[in-house]
């Protein structure tokens, strides 16, 4: 491949020296003899002309040249030499560089491209400025942590951008399990989850408030934020995370970014930033963090989050995330099932399922879910008897009326109800529910959900 640069001085030159061109080898067409023979001195192939002369070209033999790259300080020279070139060559690829903001655009010639100096510089700039902020922040964060303990701590009911960030961050200050745990107040419960705790091998331990800083430890929060918590953590080293700010709260450092979909996405700059090539258990559960945050790069997702998948992906096990995705259904959820399956209304379009006393929550959302595939069928609705609660969980088809809106206004006064268009849920407790419907029985938990398909009826009867 040959390239020509041309310019009417050694800008180019000086930009380009250094580049490393495998597949060809540039040459630099400027307009003096004098900055020629400079560059010639500085090891380049230059040769020297009137750069808006048909002859110049003639004589470099430009049917030899693939590519040219022009500068020229003024737009109009830069114009003229480009319908030049083109005039000569019809198969010749340009890339003209300007300074202007809105440089001319040919949209009749695919092989000449526009670039804004600024723009590029801008863009260069952009990543190094962040890898520079994030090395700095890689530094800070070590510095704060010190030798002490560490407790890194995780919302209820972890997910997987929580727990491969929080395994990062214990990678970033080279620590282990025994000096820097991951807990939570809660515990991992949905089945996923599960399965990439065990099959990643990474502990997360429970914790009370007043172990919170037992021996001194210090308190370092990822993918949540200290307002999330009903009670005062006390003092509180570290929050990183991307959640919109609730409430002000007070920490020694933090970093927070709304705009990434993910938490595991601003771990995986840190460990860029610091050099750290990722293990492949570390990589796997930042890239299942990332996929499952974003919904798989679709939902609330930018370029950091896109830039940090594609970073990652080399080094994790994807034939394990395929199985964190697929967990073994335990026997005995597959019965509740099997029963819930057999308790099955039709109604219009209308799926109701009670499945009565279960253990998990989980099961309720996924039989919503998996009505939604029976014939016909726009809205599933499932309630079930969790401890001393009812959750009624409604799924839709996503072009009717919204779920979460309904949900609301039958349920919000007695218990916390809502969600999206789509999909919804209502948690009431067990004696608010009986204060208003008398007692608890499968018959009676199927009657409240009665409202809701009228409710629904009327709203198709508006159209
Ligand atoms: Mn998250």
């Not at 902020?133 to 951008?161: C, F, M, T």
């Not at 992906?313 to 399956?341: Q, S, V």
């Not at 609660?389 to 039958?410: D, P």
């Amino acid at each position: 491949m040959q390239y020509l640069a041309i310019c009417e001085d050694d800008l180019l030159f000086q930009f380009m020296r250094h580049v490393a061109i495998e597949d060809g080898e540039i040459r630099f067409l400027v307009q003096d003899e004098s900055v020629a023979r400079r560059i010639k001195r500085l090891g380049g192939k230059v040769s020297h002309g009137d750069l808006l002369k048909e002859e110049t070209y003639k004589k470099l033999k430009l049917h030899y040249v693939d590519h040219a790259i022009i500068f020229l300080r003024e737009a109009e020279s830069q114009d003229r030499l480009c319908r030049l070139l083109r005039s000569l060559d019809k198969g010749l690829a340009i890339v003209s560089l300007t300074h202007e903001k809105n440089g001319k655009k040919d949209p009749d010639d695919p092989l000449l491209r526009q670039l804004q100096l600024t723009a590029t510089f801008e863009e260069f700039w952009a990543a190094h400025l962040l890898d520079t902020q994030n090395r700095k922040k890689v530094q800070n964060i070590r510095s704060l942590l010190g030798e002490e303990k560490v407790h890194i701590l995780l919302q209820h009911d972890p997910d997987p951008d929580a727990i491969g960030s929080a395994l990062a961050l214990r990678e970033l200050l080279g620590r282990n399990r025994a000096t820097t745990p991951i807990v939570t107040f809660g515990g991992v419960t949905r089945p996923e989850n599960i399965a990439m705790i065990r099959l990643l091998d990474i502990q997360i331990d429970r914790i009370t408030y007043e172990d919170l800083h037992k021996d001194g430890a210090r308190l370092a929060l990822v993918d949540v934020q200290p307002p999330y918590f009903d009670k005062s953590l006390g003092r509180v080293d570290l929050v990183i995370d991307h959640h919109p700010k609730r409430a002000n709260f007070k920490a020694r450092f933090t970093d927070l970014r709304t705009p990434y979909g993910a938490t595991a996405t601003i771990f995986t700059e840190y460990i860029r930033a610091a050099g750290i090539e990722p293990s492949q258990r570390l990589a796997t559960a930042l890239l299942y963090g990332i996929k499952t945050d974003t919904l798989f790069l679709e939902r609330g997702s930018n370029l950091a989050d896109l830039s940090a998948f594609t970073y990652l992906y080399p080094f994790a096990n994807k034939a394990m995330i395929t199985r964190i995705e697929r967990p073994a259904l335990p026997r005995e959820d597959l019965e509740a099932l099997g029963r819930a399956l057999s308790r099955l209304q039709l109604d219009n379009g209308v799926a109701v399922i009670h499945m009565g006393e279960i253990n998990r929550e989980d099961v309720i959302p996924q039989m919503a879910e998996f009505c939604l595939q029976i014939e016909g069928v726009e809205w599933g609705v499932v309630s079930g008897l969790v401890n001393d609660r009812v959750v009624i969980s409604v799924r839709n088809v996503g072009y009717v009326k919204s779920a979460g809106e309904i949900l609301k206004k039958l349920y919000d006064d007695i218990g916390s109800a809502g969600g999206h268009r789509a999909m919804a849920k209502a948690v009431i407790p067990l004696d608010r529910f009986k204060e208003r419907f008398g007692e608890v029985s499968d018959k009676v938990i199927r009657d409240a959900m009665v409202p809701l398909i009228v409710e629904r009826d009327i709203e198709s009867a508006h159209g």
